[in-house]
């Protein structure tokens, strides 16, 4: 079985391609002009990111043989988690004060399920089995949170006539924002739905991998993969359902400046 620090050695030689692949994701950034509906440009956030990316997993790696040793540290680590998993989501969404909402589809995905584990003894309350656990299904709730949460503000931005024209036919104006946003908000679930039709076949995730390589049979690392799929279609689904209709509510809006009818 190979040994992870043969796979990827924590040395010199890796640091240099890490710093390599970063320069070259910006370069295309750069050069390609990618950026977002407001013309801010990607080249300069992904240069930022891979320089968090490497400072968050320091830090972590310092810190977490220290917090699995209480259950109270074990608790604030993982409300850290949520806590930036809910500024990050609700930033990305919306511009204004309502991006706080973005607790409500994250914690409807994930605490069901985590609280699922560890009644059923699946997980026991240990950091080495929560931390992990609680993150990836964070993580997926996270990202269905902003695709769901983007698509549907941007699809009642540009489509705002119909809503108007919707509650003019008598719709209250929940269902007609409903009507227009959930085909969009819908997609964010594809990218899970496409890794899960294609594990094996396509891709290996990383929870087979990192199983594998920690010395487990390839039996063992398959189930959990399996195990982790299906739960993050199961949390990315709450949470789409659960943003859609923050959406639809007008809970979570952006500024009118942006648009009339998403969350007036």
Same mark, same amino acid.
């Given at each position: 079985?190979?040994?992870?620090?043969?796979?990827?050695?924590?040395?010199?030689?890796?640091?240099?391609?890490?710093?390599?692949?970063?320069?070259?994701?910006?370069?295309?950034? !750069? #050069?390609?002009r990618?950026?977002?509906?407001?013309?801010? %440009?990607?080249?300069? =956030?992904?240069? $930022? *990111? &891979?320089l @968090? /990316?490497?400072?968050?997993?320091?830090?972590?790696?310092?810190?977490?043989?220290?917090?699995?040793?209480?259950?109270?540290?074990?608790?604030?680590?993982?409300?850290?988690?949520?806590?930036?998993?809910?500024?990050?989501?609700?930033?990305?969404?919306?511009?204004?004060?309502?991006?706080?909402?973005?607790?409500?589809?994250?914690?409807?995905?994930?605490?069901?399920v985590?609280?699922?584990?560890?009644?059923?003894?699946?997980?026991?309350?240990?950091?080495? !089995? #929560?931390?992990?656990?609680?993150?990836?299904?964070?993580? %997926?709730?996270?990202? =269905?949170?902003? $695709? *769901? &949460?983007? @698509? /549907?503000?941007?699809?009642?931005?540009?489509?705002?006539?119909?809503?108007?024209?919707?509650?003019?036919?008598?719709?209250?104006?929940?269902?007609?924002?409903?009507?227009?946003?959930?085909?969009?908000?819908?997609?964010?679930?594809?990218?899970g739905?496409?890794?899960?039709?294609?594990?094996?076949?396509?891709?290996?995730?990383?929870?087979?991998?990192?199983?594998?390589?920690?010395?487990?049979?390839?039996?063992?690392?398959?189930?959990v993969?399996?195990?982790? #799929?299906?739960?993050?279609?199961?949390?990315?689904?709450?949470?789409?359902?659960?943003?859609?209709? $923050?959406?639809?509510?007008?809970?979570?809006?952006?500024?009118?400046?942006?648009?009339?009818?998403?969350?007036?």
């Amino acid at each position: 079985m190979l040994a992870a620090a043969v796979l990827l050695p924590a040395n010199a030689t890796l640091g240099a391609v890490l710093a390599v692949l970063l320069a070259v994701a910006v370069t295309v950034a !750069a #050069l390609a002009r990618l950026a977002d509906g407001r013309e801010r %440009g990607y080249a300069r =956030a992904i240069a $930022l *990111a &891979g320089l @968090r /990316a490497a400072l968050q997993l320091a830090a972590v790696s310092a810190l977490i043989g220290w917090v699995v040793r209480a259950v109270p540290l074990l608790l604030g680590f993982l409300l850290l988690m949520f806590a930036v998993a809910v500024r990050t989501a609700g930033r990305r969404i919306t511009d204004n004060d309502t991006w706080w909402w973005a607790a409500v589809p994250i914690a409807a995905g994930v605490l069901p399920v985590v609280v699922a584990l560890l009644l059923t003894g699946l997980v026991p309350v240990k950091g080495v !089995a #929560l931390i992990p656990v609680t993150g990836i299904l964070i993580g %997926g709730a996270l990202t =269905a949170t902003v $695709l *769901a &949460g983007r @698509r /549907a503000l941007d699809e009642l931005r540009t489509r705002h006539g119909e809503v108007e024209a919707a509650m003019a036919l008598g719709f209250l104006p929940r269902d007609a924002r409903l009507e227009i946003a959930r085909p969009a908000a819908s997609d964010a679930l594809l990218p899970g739905l496409d890794q899960t039709r294609t594990v094996g076949l396509v891709t290996l995730p990383g929870a087979f991998v990192g199983m594998l390589l920690g010395g487990a049979s390839p039996l063992l690392a398959g189930v959990v993969q399996l195990f982790v #799929l299906v739960a993050l279609m199961a949390v990315q689904a709450v949470a789409v359902a659960v943003v859609l209709e $923050l959406v639809a509510r007008g809970l979570l809006s952006r500024s009118r400046t942006l648009g009339g009818a998403e969350g007036e």
